[in-house]
């Protein structure tokens, strides 16, 4: 049997016209719903954090809807993997603000906030923080629609060096970071104010990313012979090895590190070279119980096993968007980017119920609290070494 | 001038032990290279399984260290066997192009099957080599740079022993040279094959140990083989000697690099160094020399 | 079925579509483009733009490795070169978006003239070595010349204006895209009716003959480079305008072997395949994650990573092994069965 060629064209119409049909119809009803969308990290390179911010936001948003939602209106996180690649988040964003009205949203890296960055300023509805604190974002200017949930990484420096220039004056200080934006993003600021704090930085050392062998690195340091050397830039490698072969070499200095570095887990694979890590972090740790610390009895409660930092910073983001959200809401103003941003901002002396040690106020994009904490091996925890110390005092 | 001669001392004995490292991984690069002709550009995914596997029984099952090097040396082996067998050998006869792309394949499809496994993030393997830093005169070496060099010196010695005195190696060689002759001399050419293969697999297993004991393991420790591949060339693709000199030199130089210069100049010095001897001397210091002029 | 078509001219002979049916097919398709960015919501334009990209550079890459078979694994060095040019001219002088992106393939030309420069010297595997070398000097570059490419920060892109109107949407900038690209693809299918091309084919099976024939190989050799460093040029300059920010960490060795892959599955040596390539490659990370939600664990999510990175290995290793024409191959068979129908040879 010949097939016509008109019966060839229907066909051929036809099918063309069942993709369409196939590709059209993504459109979704919309809700009553406020929904926080995610590109959240939950494989890759950086899957332990973006599980435990996963958990996070989880945790919060089932808080709010426990207790009625805000307004009667309830909180959807609609998240995507994205395997911490810049295009995959860009991807999973599209996708998601194509199907959801999102207001609300959570970015996985400090490429990905750069990039969408200008989207975000054009669509106008949403405010976003994210796992990023480059400096770059913590200017409102540039980035209106953005917050970062912490310090950015200039600051966590000038806190680490604060501390340094307290305990020991005139100390003499080195910078170990990686060859990438994210660990580059302070060096420049940080000597500087290292300078102007009375400290003299007496070696900066870069590491190419994924160099398997540090011993070069780790020679240069010991020329340096600093009494404090700051990791940045790095989750974990190469940070023990420095301090493993540094200690058996002779050096004397103390190592300290930057928020992804200073996770209780992480610091604890490091094995005997964690003994005596510090650095500066802006929540409490999950097993910490002095002070007044409602919001952690409530997440030992919910969940029985040892939370990461990076689920803290997922829950403190969406308790900061809850009540970002609240205030537009009580102000009868509608839920968009810049309505939001004024909310936050608006937020002054706010207790987080424990996660941060003092009353915060977000002045502008960033939260510039932290105090140091320094690691026990014997107890296995992070326990705090210092005060809470505030930036914008 | 007040040059630091003890500074310079201590580089460069940190890039040999690196060197080392470099030595034997090409080592691997060369054996398979010289029997089969192919460029794996997987070499440092292999290392990673090797490492991987010493890690599950190490720590994971908590074997003693000898046993778990053991497992992972003969998982290598393994290894080595069953990608000759399935990938290598249906692509006989293909351009080396395709089979370099295999390779490449190859080397994604390790790497999200131990990220599948053990997940994306770094780890570190348990302790044991020796603690305490080498000292030669008043220069101070890593321990572990200083035992993963001597066992890289044992191994390519051993590798450079067999090569010339047992049959197997010969009949290796024979291959290299020539396949048509090798079959006619009654050598079993497709058991050479597999056995160079093997046979390399196992020894990136041992290398992958030492450079995950110094460096630590995660899915993305395989860019190793990029420097490899500039080892190499250097030394000359089929060359063991060769990928023993080149791995100290580039060693060397990346140490020199990265302590004069800075950490970001220590990949391209190698990369500049590369295009460099590509276009004087493409076939290595020790490679054979395929006549084919433009 | 389809009967012998008799062309009777030299011209006719060349001709790229020869039947009434082609040529409404395109129609159709062309159509069917047209239409496209009215029909579907955002996601979908997206993926169609980054898509359209990915194929203008793929079909960049075939002319170089599949044509002439000179194996590079510098695309994305070359698109990075395009892309920073494109900022770095929005950045400074503001000049019309079209002007950058010649600009772009200019500046990416002379990138590709240079590292095409070894392949006098150098053949088929240590090629691609050079190649490689020249890719991470590449990022050295973007990573390091602060004044220019603002170093590992990177730089930000305004969006495109053409005619005052700002493309700052996917489908605005779709009206960008989508007919340079196939202004491209025209392109690189008429190259190979001319002798330029069909010198390239030349060198590809065998260079001495082709040296013996009278083609000065150096010339060829650098112009193939040059070619297809202009399509991988105009492609990451495009690549700035839908992204809007350029980092040294855009284009990683990683994305060259994604083209390579691309044109790999897609079949070396056929326009069809760099298009059929690039398309499965870009589409395929996205239908497994419909496969992914679809499936019934609970963790499934978390195995995506590298269950897609094992699947791009597969699908490489996979094409090699079974389908070395790749799905060119594979349409060209599913045309051949419509044709002879009811006759099977």
């Avoid at chain 3, 892309?83 to 393939?105: I, M, Q, S």
């Amino acid at each position: 049997m010949i097939i016509s060629k008109s019966r060839r064209a229907t066909l051929g119409a036809l099918m063309a016209t069942a993709c369409l049909a196939l590709a059209g119809g993504a459109a979704q009803a919309q809700d009553k719903d406020i929904v926080i969308g995610g590109s959240i990290p939950m494989s890759g390179v950086f899957a332990f954090a973006g599980l435990g911010i996963h958990d996070g936001i989880q945790d919060y948003v089932k808080i709010v809807n426990d207790a009625g939602g805000i307004d009667g209106r309830k909180l959807r996180y609609v998240p995507e993997d994205t395997g911490y690649k810049v295009d995959a988040s860009v991807a999973a964003f599209k996708k998601i603000t194509s199907q959801n009205e999102v207001n609300l949203y959570y970015g996985d890296s400090t490429g990905f906030a750069k990039t969408i960055n200008s989207e975000l300023d054009r669509m106008g509805t949403i405010l976003m923080a994210g796992a990023s604190f480059a400096s770059e974002i913590n200017d409102p200017e540039k980035f209106p629609h953005q917050f970062l949930v912490g310090p950015d990484y200039t600051e966590m420096f000038g806190i680490l060096l604060r501390y340094i220039a307290d305990e020991k004056p005139g100390a003499k200080v080195a910078f170990v970071y990686s060859d990438t934006e994210f660990g580059r993003d302070p060096i420049e600021s940080s000597r500087e104010l290292a300078k102007s704090l009375g400290l003299s930085v007496s070696g900066e050392i870069m590491t190419p990313p994924g160099s398997v062998d540090v011993s070069t690195e780790v020679i240069k340091l010991r020329r340096a012979a600093p009494d404090y050397t700051i990791f940045h830039g790095y989750v974990l490698a190469p940070i023990p090895e420095f301090i493993i072969q540094g200690r058996k070499m002779g050096m004397k200095s103390h190592w300290m590190g930057t928020f992804w570095t200073m996770d209780n887990s992480m610091v604890m694979k490091m094995g005997e070279a964690a003994e005596g890590f510090m650095g500066v972090m802006p929540f409490r740790y999950y097993y910490e119980t002095e002070g007044d610390v409602p919001m952690l009895e409530k997440i030992r409660e919910m969940r029985p096993e040892y939370q990461s930092t990076a689920y803290t910073q997922g829950f403190l983001t969406t308790m900061l968007f809850t009540e970002a959200v609240k205030r537009t809401l009580a102000a009868g103003k509608e839920l968009n980017g810049d309505n939001l941003k004024a909310a936050l901002n608006s937020i002054e002396n706010f207790d987080t119920g424990g996660i941060i040690g003092v009353p915060i106020s977000i002045k502008g994009n960033s939260i510039p609290v932290g105090r140091i904490y320094r690691a026990d091996l014997e107890q296995q925890k992070m326990l705090p070494a210092s005060d809470w110390i505030s930036l914008d005092q | 001038m007040n040059f630091d001669w003890l500074f310079l001392f201590e580089i460069s004995l940190a890039g040999i032990g690196t060197g080392g490292l470099y030595a034997l991984t090409g080592l691997c690069f060369v054996l398979i290279y010289k029997a089969t002709r192919v460029v794996n550009l997987a070499i440092g995914e292999m290392l990673m399984i090797g490492a991987y596997v010493f890690f599950a029984f190490a720590a994971g099952m908590a074997l003693p260290i000898w046993l778990a090097i053991l497992g992972a040396v003969i998982a290598g082996g393994l290894l080595g066997a069953l990608v000759e067998r399935t990938m290598i050998r249906p692509m006989l006869g293909e351009s080396p192009i395709s089979v370099f792309m295999v390779t490449v394949g190859l080397a994604s499809i390790l790497v999200g099957l131990v990220e599948l496994v053990w997940g994306a993030n770094p780890q570190r393997l348990p302790e044991f080599l020796p603690d305490d830093p080498v000292m030669i005169g008043e220069a101070f070496i890593a321990s572990k740079v200083f035992y993963g060099f001597l066992v890289a010196a044992l191994l390519v010695a051993a590798v450079l022993l067999i090569f010339r005195f047992w049959r197997g190696g010969i009949a290796l060689r024979a291959t290299a040279s020539d396949q048509a002759a090798a079959y006619s001399m009654g050598i079993n050419v497709p058991r050479v094959f597999s056995l160079s293969w093997t046979f390399a697999g196992a020894l990136a297993a041992v290398a992958g140990i030492v450079v995950g004991a110094i460096g630590g393991i995660s899915p993305v420790m395989g860019v190793f083989g990029l420097s490899v591949l500039v080892v190499v060339i250097f030394g000359g693709l089929d060359s063991v000697l060769g990928a023993l000199i080149g791995g100290l030199f580039i060693g060397l130089v990346e140490a020199w690099a990265s302590a004069y210069l800075g950490g970001e100049y220590e990949l391209l010095v190698t990369f500049i160094l590369l295009v460099l001897i590509l276009m004087v001397r493409p076939y290595g210091l020790f490679g054979t020399a395929e006549i084919e002029r433009l | 079925m389809r009967i012998g078509t008799a062309p009777q001219t030299y011209a006719a002979d060349q001709a790229l579509f020869d039947t009434r049916t082609q040529w409404t097919w395109l129609a159709l398709l062309g159509l069917l483009l047209v239409a496209f960015p009215f029909l579907v919501n955002e996601y979908w334009l997206y993926m169609a733009c980054l898509v359209a990209i990915n194929v203008a550079s793929a079909t960049g890459l075939n002319i170089l490795t599949g044509y002439t078979g000179l194996v590079s694994l510098g695309q994305a060095a070359f698109m990075g070169m395009g892309a920073y040019t494109v900022a770095a001219l929005e950045a400074r002088f503001g000049t019309p978006a079209l002007l950058n992106l010649v600009a772009a393939g200019v500046v990416a030309m002379a990138g590709g003239a240079i590292v095409g420069i070894p392949s006098l010297r150098v053949k088929g595997l240590y090629l691609a070595i050079a190649t490689i070398a020249a890719s991470f000097i590449a990022h050295f570059v973007f990573a390091n010349w602060t004044a220019v490419t603002g170093g590992t920060a990177g730089l930000s892109v305004p969006p495109a204006r053409f005619f005052g109107v700002a493309l700052d949407t996917s489908f605005r900038i779709y009206w960008l895209i989508l007919p340079l690209t196939v202004l491209m693809v025209a392109g690189a299918a008429n190259l190979f009716r001319t002798r330029i091309g069909r010198a390239f084919i030349a060198i590809r099976d065998r260079d001495i003959s082709a040296d013996v024939l009278g083609i000065p190989l150096l010339r060829y050799k650098l112009l193939s480079f040059g070619l297809s460093s202009f399509y991988a040029g105009v492609a990451g300059g495009l690549w700035a305008y839908f992204f809007r920010v350029v980092t040294p960490e855009s284009f990683p060795l990683l994305m060259s072997i994604f083209f390579l892959a691309a044109i790999i599955v897609g079949g070396m040596g056929t326009i069809l395949g760099s298009i059929l390539g690039a398309i499965f490659m870009t589409l395929v990370p996205e239908l497994l994650k419909f496969v992914v939600d679809w499936l019934p664990f609970e963790n499934a999510t978390v195995a995506l990573s590298p269950v897609r990175t094992m699947v791009f290995g597969a699908l490489i290793v996979g094409f090699l092994i079974f389908e070395p024409h790749g799905l060119a191959e594979i349409w060209r068979r599913i045309r051949r069965f419509f044709h002879l129908y009811p006759f099977r040879t």
